[in-house]
């Protein structure tokens, strides 16, 4: 089982970074591929980004695509989520996720654990 603790959200301007961290509990963090979901008030929970359990493969919503990156280490037991150019539309609470069966996958229904999330709220 994982345990999942995100941090990093704030309140930031239109344009400004984030970076956000998820950090992971027990010994088999490498084994899990991991995702970035996001939700919206009154909006269906919605895929970010996608990264292989080496950290050697990413995946992309089209709608972060060339802001967002996504990175682990598992050394660290850590996935982060470095945005860039944020936009009023990025507002939303950004939880970690952690898929068991490794691989890709941007269903968020596939993902077996989740951390509680951190707000990220960007004003215009």
Avoid: H
């Avoid at 996001?38 to 359990?53: D, M």
């Avoid at 069966?101 to 229904?109: C, D, E, Q, R, T």
């Amino acid at each position: 089982q994982v345990q999942l603790v995100e941090s990093g959200g704030g309140l930031v301007q239109a344009g400004d970074s984030l970076r956000l961290s998820c950090a992971a509990s027990g010994r088999t963090f490498s084994r899990y591929a991991m995702a970035w979901v996001r939700q919206a008030p009154g909006k269906e929970r919605e895929f970010v980004a996608w990264i292989s359990t080496s950290g050697a493969s990413a995946y992309y919503a089209d709608s972060v695509k060339g802001r967002f990156t996504i990175s682990r280490d598992n050394a660290k037991n850590t996935v982060y989520l470095q945005m860039n150019s944020l936009k009023p539309e990025d507002t939303a609470v950004y939880c970690c996720a952690a898929r068991r069966l490794g691989g890709f996958g941007i269903n968020v229904n596939e993902y077996d654990y989740w951390g509680q999330g951190t707000q990220v709220t960007v004003s215009s």
